[in-house]
């Protein structure tokens, strides 16, 4: 082997080791997906959809933390916006007032809803804060809230999810703006 | 000063990558793998696994980069993973040696090119030296190296000798101390 393809070989083995410890940091900061898919699936009743939900959530949980800078520090603060909408419905409907396919269906929705809405608000303070590449930190976070919210609105169906990724979308980027203008 | 600006450039690096910048990867590897090829090369006397221990050590460093915190010395953090890379090394060869059935760490009995090569520089080095000494000296230390006893009464033979050797440590410290 030639000194330059030695190097060659040594630098890709360098990156290589490098790439596997992001991704192995990127499976630890998923894990919290887990009880988050596993409390969808013992509460809504939908398996397909939470595992679709979950299982796109963990993957995108690792890649952003993986990827680093500030989608990797989008992570935290979409998943503890997420547990808005993915908590709310799921606390409405224990609490007895929503029943799925009756008259209190509204309240279910409204649960999704206020959840986005509280999510929305959380991201975009958040992302007002970050320092540099604030639109990927909203993106980011918008994603990984809007997913773990479809967790816990799966049970309002599409059009619980629907207003939940309306509420969070529709918040987190005016709050974002008007954070920022006021800082 | 200067030391000082490049310590901070070097954590900044280290920093970036940490935070997933790929772009500090390539300036990163060029500074760390001189360091640590000098270091373990210095460590295993220029033996040709001292480049394997860099290697370990370079892989190992850059797995765990993600995981430096700032306010670390980087250079002590990579040098400290390659010395105990050199150390691993040293006691796989010495487990090896073990498992082979000698207990002694076997030595290759050709000398190898820079034990040749220090070997020789101290010869002329030592010959420079005995040139500036007396006859006489030169004599009595011949008569020592050589296991031969002069016809001379011991305490003067001692005394001679003793006088030679202080004036051969004078001659070796004024040529080669001051250097």
Redesign the interface.
Same mark, same amino acid.
């Given at each position: 082997m030639t000194p330059s393809s030695d $190097?060659a070989a040594? &630098?890709a083995? *360098?990156?290589g *080791?490098?790439e596997? $410890?992001?991704l192995g940091?990127g499976v630890r900061a998923a894990l919290p997906v887990l009880p988050m898919a596993a409390l969808s699936l013992l509460v809504c009743e939908r398996p397909a959809l939470t595992m679709a939900s979950g299982g796109l959530l963990f993957v995108l949980a690792v890649a952003l933390r *993986? &990827?680093?800078?500030s989608? *990797?520090r989008a992570l935290g603060p979409g998943l503890l916006a997420g547990s808005a909408p993915l908590i709310l419905p799921l606390v409405l409907r224990a609490s007895g007032h929503c029943c799925i396919g009756g008259a209190c269906w509204s309240l279910c929705m409204l649960g999704c809803t206020l959840g986005g809405l509280l999510a929305g608000v959380a991201i975009g303070i958040a992302a007002a804060m970050e320092r540099d590449q604030r639109g990927a930190f909203l993106l980011s976070a918008t994603l990984v809230a809007g997913l773990a919210g479809v967790l816990g609105c799966a049970m309002a169906g599409a059009s619980g999810i629907a207003g939940m990724a309306i509420a969070i979308a529709g918040a987190s980027i005016p709050t974002a703006i008007a954070a920022r203008a006021r800082a | 000063m200067a030391t000082r600006e490049h310590e901070h450039d070097l954590e900044a690096l280290v920093l970036r990558?940490a935070?997933?910048?790929r772009t500090a /990867?390539e300036p990163l590897?060029q500074v760390l793998?001189p360091m640590a090829r000098r270091l373990t090369d210095r460590m295993l006397l220029g033996a040709p696994e001292a480049e394997d221990a860099a290697?370990e050590a #370079?892989?190992?460093? /850059? %797995?765990? %980069?993600? #995981?430096f915190e700032p306010g670390r010395d980087v250079r002590a953090w990579v040098l400290g993973v390659a010395a105990y890379e050199c150390k691993t090394l040293r006691q796989r060869q010495l487990r090896r040696r073990e498992h082979a059935g000698s207990t002694a760490p076997q030595v290759d009995p050709t000398p190898s090119p820079e034990a040749v090569a220090i070997a020789r520089d101290l010869a002329a080095a030592a010959a420079a030296v005995l040139g500036t000494l007396r006859a006489a000296d030169l004599e009595t230390l011949r008569a020592v190296m050589n296991d031969e006893r002069p016809d001379l009464p011991a305490p003067t033979f001692r005394k001679r000798l003793e006088r030679a050797l202080t004036r051969l440590r004078a001659a070796w410290s004024s040529r080669h101390d001051a250097e």
């Amino acid at each position: 082997m030639t000194p330059s393809s030695d $190097s060659a070989a040594l &630098r890709a083995r *360098a990156r290589g *080791a490098y790439e596997r $410890s992001r991704l192995g940091l990127g499976v630890r900061a998923a894990l919290p997906v887990l009880p988050m898919a596993a409390l969808s699936l013992l509460v809504c009743e939908r398996p397909a959809l939470t595992m679709a939900s979950g299982g796109l959530l963990f993957v995108l949980a690792v890649a952003l933390r *993986a &990827r680093g800078g500030s989608c *990797a520090r989008a992570l935290g603060p979409g998943l503890l916006a997420g547990s808005a909408p993915l908590i709310l419905p799921l606390v409405l409907r224990a609490s007895g007032h929503c029943c799925i396919g009756g008259a209190c269906w509204s309240l279910c929705m409204l649960g999704c809803t206020l959840g986005g809405l509280l999510a929305g608000v959380a991201i975009g303070i958040a992302a007002a804060m970050e320092r540099d590449q604030r639109g990927a930190f909203l993106l980011s976070a918008t994603l990984v809230a809007g997913l773990a919210g479809v967790l816990g609105c799966a049970m309002a169906g599409a059009s619980g999810i629907a207003g939940m990724a309306i509420a969070i979308a529709g918040a987190s980027i005016p709050t974002a703006i008007a954070a920022r203008a006021r800082a | 000063m200067a030391t000082r600006e490049h310590e901070h450039d070097l954590e900044a690096l280290v920093l970036r990558l940490a935070d997933g910048d790929r772009t500090a /990867f390539e300036p990163l590897y060029q500074v760390l793998w001189p360091m640590a090829r000098r270091l373990t090369d210095r460590m295993l006397l220029g033996a040709p696994e001292a480049e394997d221990a860099a290697q370990e050590a #370079m892989i190992k460093v /850059f %797995a765990r %980069a993600s #995981m430096f915190e700032p306010g670390r010395d980087v250079r002590a953090w990579v040098l400290g993973v390659a010395a105990y890379e050199c150390k691993t090394l040293r006691q796989r060869q010495l487990r090896r040696r073990e498992h082979a059935g000698s207990t002694a760490p076997q030595v290759d009995p050709t000398p190898s090119p820079e034990a040749v090569a220090i070997a020789r520089d101290l010869a002329a080095a030592a010959a420079a030296v005995l040139g500036t000494l007396r006859a006489a000296d030169l004599e009595t230390l011949r008569a020592v190296m050589n296991d031969e006893r002069p016809d001379l009464p011991a305490p003067t033979f001692r005394k001679r000798l003793e006088r030679a050797l202080t004036r051969l440590r004078a001659a070796w410290s004024s040529r080669h101390d001051a250097e």
